[in-house]
């Protein structure tokens, strides 16, 4: 990335600036709106780093700039990455190497492939007999498992209930 202030230009890496940035900011106070504040202090870090990096006489505006700029920057490239990561994730592939059809395809089984993962952590309640139902639906697209799957939690919501006395 070339950074232009004033009159002075500098070649600084996009990533790197990032890193530094987060670094710096990872101080700032939150406010209510989950947002950051930037302090003189912080400006003053970051017009340090930048005079580091060749921006010769960098002001606490120039640096305030540079940080909303950077800051905008990071969070566009984390928008339009968003799907190859989740993508990289699941599935454990390079995106960047898939067809457009085989991205689609892979996005389309994506829910499936996260409740399949919710059914193998156990990680629901395995008496919520719809819930299981839907569950276990998306996850296999198979009536006849969901409905023996939802059988059970019913029954197991219902021992559930006479153990502890409810009707």
């Known amino acids: 990335m070339i950074l232009e202030l004033a009159t002075v230009t500098a070649k600084i890496l996009a990533p790197l600036a990032i ?3 987060g670094k710096l900011s990872s101080t700032l106070p939150v406010t209510k709106q989950r947002t950051v504040r ?11 780093w930048l005079e580091s990096q060749g921006v010769a006489g960098c002001t606490l505006s120039a640096a305030w700039q540079f940080w ?9 490239c984390r928008k339009s ?19 457009e059809e085989q991205q689609v395809g892979m996005r389309e089984n994506l829910h499936r492939m996260q409740c399949q993962e ?8 395995a008496t919520d007999y719809t819930a299981v139902y839907n569950l276990f639906l998306a996850a296999y697209g198979d009536e006849d ?15 559930q209930c006479t153990k502890q006395g409810k009707r």
Do not use: C
């Not at 909303?68 to 566009?76: K, L, P």
């Not at 919710?118 to 309640?125: A, E, F, L, V």
């Open 38 to 48: 930037p302090t003189v202090p912080f400006l003053q870090s970051v017009a340090k």
């Open 68 to 76: 909303v700029g950077m800051s905008d920057y990071a969070e566009a």
């Open 81 to 99: 990455n968003e799907p190859h990561a989740e993508l990289a994730y699941w599935f454990n592939v390079d995106p960047f190497r898939l067809t």
């Open 145 to 159: 498992l969901a409905r023996k799957m939802q059988t059970k939690a019913a029954e197991m919501y219902v021992e």
């Open 19 to 21: 890193a530094q940035l």
């Open 118 to 125: 919710t059914i193998q952590k156990g990680d629901y309640s």
